[in-house]
């Protein structure tokens, strides 16, 4: 069996996530972009959660097949759920870049719970994207042992930030 080439992919888990995390901290302190989209923006978090969901789903989905050993079913729920991140980073940016900024407006225990879930998720969302990239590189290079190691920390944390994107829609939706 001739052994398989690794590729480096250090360089470009390094950019995308330099570029990514970069920016949505850009995006957190700019004025919002007067640009007409020809459609309602407040329809983006909606989006975004669902996409999420469907992340979360897929996620899922890629646990239970490596659990039943089918690698080639679990790398296609894993593909799944990198294309729908890809897809909420886009609604995500297209909706922070043409939207103000929506605040929470409840109260009591209810706002307590918004905040820990709303900043948990947020630097989980920013430590994920190195995690997943040098976790679907592992993959890629069937470098089978590294990547079980990471995965281990990369699904479940995928996993919370995915499920939480969609507990912070359903929380802050009333105030849009």
Do not use: C
Request: proline content about 4%.
């Amino acid at each position: 069996m001739k052994d398989r080439k690794v590729r480096n992919y250090t360089p470009a888990i390094i950019i995308l996530t330099i570029v990514i995390n970069g920016l949505v901290i850009l995006l957190s302190g700019m004025p919002r972009l007067e640009i007409d989209p020809g459609f309602d923006v407040k329809i983006l978090p909606l989006i975004n959660a669902i996409l999420n969901s469907f992340t979360f789903l897929f996620l899922v989905g890629a646990l239970w097949a490596i659990k039943k050993k089918n690698i080639s079913l679990h790398t296609k729920f894993i593909y799944a759920a990198f294309t729908t991140t890809a897809l909420f980073l886009v609604t995500y940016v297209g909706h922070h870049a043409l939207s103000e900024a929506t605040t929470y407006g409840g109260e009591g225990i209810l706002k307590s719970i918004y905040y820990f879930i709303l900043i948990t998720h947020i630097f989980l969302a920013a430590a994920i994207v190195p995690l997943a990239l040098i976790t679907l590189a592992r993959g890629l290079n069937r470098q089978d042992e590294k990547h079980k190691k990471i995965a281990r920390w990369t699904m479940p944390l995928w996993l919370y930030v995915a499920l939480t994107g969609v507990l912070v829609y359903l929380l802050i939706s009333p105030y849009y």
